[in-house]
């Protein structure tokens, strides 16, 4: 199974590499890409965990669950606004 699990990211990662990250980019940048999107996923492993543990019911783990979107999602409005020049 963990060969599996293992072979499933790796083909995601190749699929993102093909086609998300510019194809001019230097070593560095797709290194790094790598191991953003690999802590992306290791961070979804955690969030499972953290859900499993709580383990107190439907309502806790929605409430986690939506803190966790809602800071994405506010990172997410300050990229963007930075990177339009709004910040």
């Known amino acids: 199974m963990k060969a ?9 990662w190749e ?4 086609k998300v990250v ?3 980019a230097s070593e560095t940048q797709i ?4 191991r953003a999107f690999y802590a ?3 961070t979804v492993v955690k969030v499972m965990q953290v859900i499993k ?4 019911g439907e309502q806790l783990e929605t409430a986690w ?3 966790a979107q809602n ?4 990172f997410c409005n300050q990229e963007v606004a930075e990177f339009m020049g709004l910040k």
């Open 40 to 42: 992306g996923a290791f």
């Open 22 to 24: 510019p194809k001019q």
């Open 4 to 12: 599996a699990v293992f072979d499933f990211l790796r083909k995601d």
């Open 15 to 18: 699929q993102y590499l093909e």
């Open 31 to 34: 290194i790094e890409t790598r």
């Open 65 to 67: 669950l939506m803190n």
């Open 53 to 56: 543990r709580l383990n107190k």
């Open 71 to 74: 800071e994405c999602l506010q």
